[in-house]
């Protein structure tokens, strides 16, 4: 089992910039694949950003390419979200989810098996 504790989400002007933490316990010695998704009011959980175990592959949903930043410290059993330029239309709830592998699709939410319980992001106009 892994349990996965995201921080950092919280109320910003639009432009502004967050950083999210996501941090493992558990398990830790297994090669997780792992990834931000988030979810707004009335919306289906949407794919953010994917990075492999070893940081070297790392994905983007095109809403946030050039904005956000993800990233890894094994050492520390956490993964990072730097979130810059941030946009009321980013508002969601952010979640952190780690899986075995990419077979399902690094987008997809079956491809990961552990979930944290999301963090709140509000970013105001």
């Known amino acids: 089992q892994v349990q996965l504790v995201e921080s950092g989400g919280g109320s910003v002007q639009a432009g502004g910039s967050l950083r999210l933490s996501c941090e493992a316990s558990?398990?830790?010695?297994?090669?997780?694949?792992m990834a931000w998704f988030r979810q707004a009011p009335g919306k289906e959980r949407e794919f953010v950003a994917a990075i492999s175990w070893s940081g070297g592959s790392i994905y983007y949903a095109d809403s946030v390419k050039g904005r956000f930043t993800c990233s890894r410290l094994n050492a520390k059993n956490t993964v990072y979200l730097q979130m810059n330029s941030l946009k009321p239309e980013d508002t969601a709830v952010y979640y952190c989810?780690?899986?075995?592998?990419?077979?399902?699709?690094?987008?997809?939410?079956?491809?990961?098996?552990?979930w944290g319980h999301g963090t709140q992001v509000t970013v105001s106009s």
């Open positions: 558990g398990r830790t010695d297994s090669t997780f694949q």
């Open positions: 989810a780690a899986g075995s592998s990419w077979t399902r699709g690094l987008q997809s939410t079956s491809s990961y098996d552990y």
